[in-house]
């Protein structure tokens, strides 16, 4: 499967983004779409986790109750809603599937998209 993020851009803190991540060449509905990000300097984090389905989510304690992934399976897209954006956001935003869902922060999933960048002024 091949994924495609996209709609990062400049934002003042306190603002919000919507990321998008089309995927191509595979089942869509069978794969769990996960969100991670990588700051300069840093390494990749996770970021936010759905199943297949869309019933189950997970949160990286870092973006819990301001972010959002949700799934739309007909347009084969995952999103990313980000509300009260803080400086520390500032990073590549990649999204990533998998056929198994899993809630481990560091679980290696199998396909990657290219990033999209996400920088919050203050």
């Known amino acids: 499967v091949q994924l495609q993020a996209s709609g990062g851009g400049l934002v003042q803190a306190g603002g919000s983004l919507r990321l998008s991540c089309a995927a191509s060449g595979g089942t869509f509905s069978t794969y769990s779409l996960a969100w991670f990000r990588q700051a300069p300097g840093e390494e990749r984090e996770f970021v936010a986790v759905i199943s297949w389905s869309g019933s189950s989510t997970h949160y990286a304690d870092s973006v819990k109750g301001r972010f959002t992934i949700s799934r739309d399976n007909a347009k084969n897209t995952v999103y990313l809603q980000m509300n009260s954006l803080k400086p520390e956001d500032t990073a590549v935003y990649y999204c990533?599937?998998?056929?198994?869902?899993?809630?481990?922060?560091?679980?290696?999933?199998?396909?990657w998209g290219k990033g999209t960048l996400v920088t919050v002024s203050s």
């Open positions: 990533a599937a998998d056929l198994y869902y899993s809630e481990d922060s560091n679980y290696a999933m199998d396909y």
